[in-house]
């Protein structure tokens, strides 16, 4: 049957392939634009939809821009696994340098680093702000420190912490410490939040499902008499519902451009305090913004959700569109 | 072309519509379905449209049984026919050209086929010219022949109207049959329900009357 009429059609419209083709790009052409055109004649109603979805959207994707800055924080300290030796205040900084060929012997070390009273004492006026007060003091309070870090195969945290511990025994060192620890703590306290970023995307995901779900709704009703015509002129399901996912596409894809403005401009907003914290910090971080890729993927996935939700409706609804 | 074998519709709170109503249209022919108000008329064209199915027994479209037609199947069987409503079911914010074309825009037909099909179909009916004007700026005779000049952009092989002339005084309602009647001279199966009883028997068409659902005379 289904072959019979199709034949019957391509005979009546007496066109070949190739122009079957052409009004059929004219199709999707046509309802592509048509549904931005209604989008555009229905400001007040669009702009309102696309507003929540943009904000939905840019809430998710601003918290992702945030974990990933983060790791790029924590990501630049990650090789610092080292030990810091505190050594007492009457070792020199030439029995300091003899310890450190002893420790550069121990075959579970990797780098080690001596940071004698002065380069100390130099870099805390440089960057603690001190400098003055430092002035004032007559004998340098600072002590010599070497820095150990352990070779890269001394990955787990025992082995490490048993190396710090033998160090520690050592009758020049005042104490030793571990750097590890505290980046463990953050990073942990990073994954809680990657997580939680996570549950909180899927959420306003399907906000922005939900949202489009329900213009797409009010569309649908306030075009059911266009709807019940074409279906008894003979318009397919796929005929019918073509310019209403067009639609959710637009929703989806106007409130994902809207959402990258905004997360990019509140960046913009918090640059100048980031770069002040960054340069107590040596001047290691800067904020990343959405890259080409970043923005290529958050744009499809918001068209994709906004098509997503029109076609969860439309399953739904247009079925109950029934001329009688 | 068209075939009612033993059809029978109830619906469930409303009792049958149509009682074992057999009759036979063949190709070309043009038939009034009259009888009072409720008594079938609309639901026997429903059927035929597939906007409704029968409870019981075959309809025949074109030796095609619309009982074994499937839901995605529907659009093709419309395809062929040419569907005319009492109240036009015109899109008012549509131009007369776009409420004309939509029958060959939802079948997929190229710009300019589209184009000179509508052009061609509104010279039958007599509203060249009018393809720019919106519906409810023309009177309501030339409304109705938009519905027409649509139902027949299609080339249908079956014209179905709904009380076409349900709203047009005597003059109106003898243009709009007469037309209908220029469809079936060039070959077009016609069947139109009617209540003007008076004009249709001016007409000298076969008349199919219906009574509480049951074909009485044809």
Do not use: C
């Not at chain 1, 046509?30 to 400001?43: D, E, Q, T």
């Not at chain 1, 121990?106 to 004492?121: D, F, H, S, W, Y």
């Amino acid at each position: 049957m289904m072959k019979h009429t199709t034949r019957q059609t391509k005979n009546t419209t007496g066109s070949n392939f190739s122009e079957q083709m052409l009004a059929y790009l004219h199709i999707h052409a046509h309802a592509l634009f048509s549904s931005l055109g209604r989008i555009i004649r229905n400001a007040f109603t669009s702009i309102m939809t696309i507003t929540v979805m943009a904000i939905a959207i840019s809430l998710a994707s601003g918290f992702y821009l945030f974990i990933a800055n983060m790791q790029q924080l924590t990501g630049s300290i990650e090789s610092t696994n080292q030990i810091s030796l505190f050594l007492k205040s009457h070792v020199s900084d030439h029995s300091g340098k003899k310890l450190v060929d002893k420790i550069k012997q121990n075959a579970k070390v990797g780098e080690v680093i001596l940071i004698t009273k002065e380069q100390a004492l130099k870099e805390f006026k440089a960057y603690s702000g001190f400098g003055d007060a430092l002035d004032v003091l007559e004998k340098n309070p600072l002590p010599t420190v070497i820095q150990v870090l352990p070779k890269s195969s001394l990955d787990n945290i025992q082995a490490v912490e048993s190396l710090m511990m033998a160090f520690n025994q050592l009758p020049q060192v005042d104490f030793a410490q571990l750097d590890m620890q505290w980046i463990q703590r953050l990073q942990s306290i990073m994954q809680i939040m990657q997580r939680g970023v996570f549950v909180l995307t899927l959420l306003l995901g399907f906000a922005v499902i939900v949202i489009t779900g329900n213009s797409i709704r009010l569309e649908l009703q306030n075009r059911q008499d266009e709807v019940l015509v074409a279906k008894l002129v003979g318009a397919t399901h796929s005929f019918i519902q073509r310019p209403f996912l067009y639609t959710g596409f637009w929703l989806g894809l106007l409130s994902g451009m809207i959402a990258w403005l905004l997360v990019t401009v509140i960046l913009l907003v918090l640059q100048g305090p980031i770069e002040k914290l960054s340069i107590l910090y040596d001047g290691s971080f800067d904020i990343s913004y959405f890259g080409f890729f970043d923005v290529i993927s958050l744009l499809s996935l918001s068209s994709f959700l906004g098509v997503l939700g029109a076609w969860i409706v439309l399953h739904y609804q247009l079925q109950k569109i029934k001329p009688n | 072309m068209l075939k009612f074998d033993h059809v029978s519709k109830r619906y469930p709170d409303a009792g049958d519509a149509l009682l074992d109503v057999s009759f036979h249209l063949k190709s070309g022919e043009m038939a009034f379905l009259t009888g009072h108000s409720g008594a079938g008329k609309s639901t026997l064209l429903k059927l035929i449209a597939m906007m409704e199915l029968s409870s019981r027994g075959n309809i025949l479209l074109d030796g095609q049984n619309l009982n074994k037609v499937t839901e995605k199947q529907i659009p093709y069987i419309r395809r062929k026919l040419g569907l005319i409503f009492q109240d036009n079911k015109l899109l008012q914010d549509r131009t007369v050209f776009d409420n004309v074309a939509l029958p060959l825009v939802v079948s997929g037909y190229s710009y300019q086929e589209i184009g000179r099909r509508v052009r061609a179909a509104l010279d039958k009916v007599g509203l060249l010219g009018k393809e720019k004007k919106y519906p409810l700026t023309l009177s309501g005779g030339e409304q109705q022949r938009v519905g027409i000049a649509r139902a027949v952009i299609n080339k249908p092989r079956l014209i179905l109207a709904d009380e076409p002339t349900g709203n047009l005084d005597p003059v109106l309602s003898a243009e709009v049959m007469h037309l209908l009647e220029q469809f079936q001279k060039v070959g077009v199966t016609v069947l139109i329900a009617s209540h003007d009883v008076e004009l249709l028997t001016q007409m000298g068409h076969r008349i199919l009357t219906l009574d509480h659902g049951q074909l009485k005379a044809s």
